[in-house]
């Protein structure tokens, strides 16, 4: 729980010169941002919106056609927000003078972004409020200073520096650790020596697929079991003609879709690539391994393409787990995965994939 009549008197004295003394942080909250990926019309949560210096990228993303939603309870604070929007005349925005805790969040929202917000990404009940009003696939990013552990030399310095912003260093080694039970496989990079962390992720879409929990340790229970299935995904040519265009394939059965109705498939297809690489994805719908520090894509045994992925149609993947072992400090698990497209009987791509775990 954050502290908030702290907070309220911490940034009573902050708001004057806050823009001036954080413009340094500007390079983070702007990759942060564009993790969100934002698109033209998005709805986009902005929680702890301080002074308003997110707004402007956000703004440039989403367009007139967009909402932007700020939550921020000083207001000191949210007082340059409001002269922000009005000198630029947005009237996309609305402003709650309130904790993420307790803000009535307008949904559906496409995107939440927390910048340099510590003590709400601490505070579960900030996280349920702003996060239940995410559509299914909606997108998070956060940044923040962190304790750092490959310079702990520069602690005393962060210490210095975030104590003026922060009411609890609690959680400051991992900040994002309340974000990552929201968002399963959060990406997290860190950034000036540790002490400055960014993460960002999709939340789960509402598929259909069962998650299965486990805990590191307790991977080797799962060798030989079959987990289940993913959710069922669009195959479209929006996807197929993105993936062509970034790997330099652009093979008429892949984006040309009046010759490819004429071709051998009689549409076009999905690259056996394109399905093999949302494996990451779809073994994130089927299984969750907690207490893991990193997750390494180690590589293939064996990869086939049995059978087309026609666009149009649907995918899943199924997934066993056919060896666990160790390896060296890490457990490595060997999953046999099978693509398959609704309604067809020969999968699209069968594929030994081997992962390793590092707690
Ligand atoms: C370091 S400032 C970051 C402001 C802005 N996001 C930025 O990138 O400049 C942290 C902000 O979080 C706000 N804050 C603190 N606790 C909060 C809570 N429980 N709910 C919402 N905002 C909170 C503070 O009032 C402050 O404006």
């Known amino acids: 729980m954050t502290d908030v009549t702290r907070t309220a008197t911490l940034y009573r004295r902050l708001a004057g010169s806050y823009d001036l003394s954080t413009a340094w942080l500007e390079p983070y909250r702007r990759r942060a941002i564009s993790q969100l990926r934002l698109r033209p019309g998005d709805v986009v949560l902005d929680v702890g919106c301080g002074t308003g210096m997110s707004f402007e990228p956000i703004q440039a993303a989403i367009g007139p056609e967009g909402r932007l939603v700020g939550i921020e309870p000083s207001p000191e604070m949210l007082a340059s927000a409001r002269a922000r929007v009005e000198d630029a005349g947005w009237s996309n925005v609305t402003l709650l003078e309130a904790s993420a805790e307790d803000a009535a969040v307008p949904g559906p929202v496409d995107a939440v972004l927390f910048a340099f917000t510590h003590d709400v ?155 093999l690489g949302r494996f990451t994805a779809l073994l994130g719908e089927i299984l969750a391994v907690d207490g893991v520090a990193t997750t390494l894509n180690y590589g293939l045994n064996r990869v086939r393409f049995p059978a087309p992925a026609r666009v149009g149609g649907r995918l899943r993947m199924g997934l066993e787990v056919s060896a666990v072992e160790q390896a060296g400090d890490g457990i490595q698990v060997l999953y046999a995965a099978t693509f398959e497209v609704e309604g067809q009987t020969k999968p699209v791509c069968v594929a030994e994939v081997i992962f390793r775990y590092y707690g």
Request: proline share 7%.
């Open 121 to 275: 990404v601490q505070s579960p009940k900030a996280l349920a409020n702003t996060l239940g009003q995410v559509r299914p696939g909606g997108r998070l990013a956060a940044a923040g200073p962190k304790w750092t552990t490959f310079a702990p030399q520069l602690n005393p310095l962060v210490w210095q520096v975030a104590s003026q912003f922060v009411t609890s260093f609690e959680g400051f080694r991992r900040p994002w650790a309340e974000l990552e039970r929201a968002v399963p496989g959060l990406w997290v990079e860190e950034a000036y020596f540790g002490c400055v962390y960014l993460a960002w992720g999709g939340l789960p879409r509402n598929t259909g697929a069962v998650r299965n929990h486990v805990h590191l340790t307790d991977l080797p229970d799962l060798a030989g079991r079959h987990l289940g299935y993913s959710g069922w995904h669009d195959i479209t040519q929006d996807d197929v003609s993105a993936y062509a265009a970034l790997t330099d394939d652009e093979q008429w059965i892949h984006v040309d879709p009046e010759r490819a109705a004429a071709g051998p498939f009689g549409a076009t297809v999905a690259h056996g690539f394109l399905t």
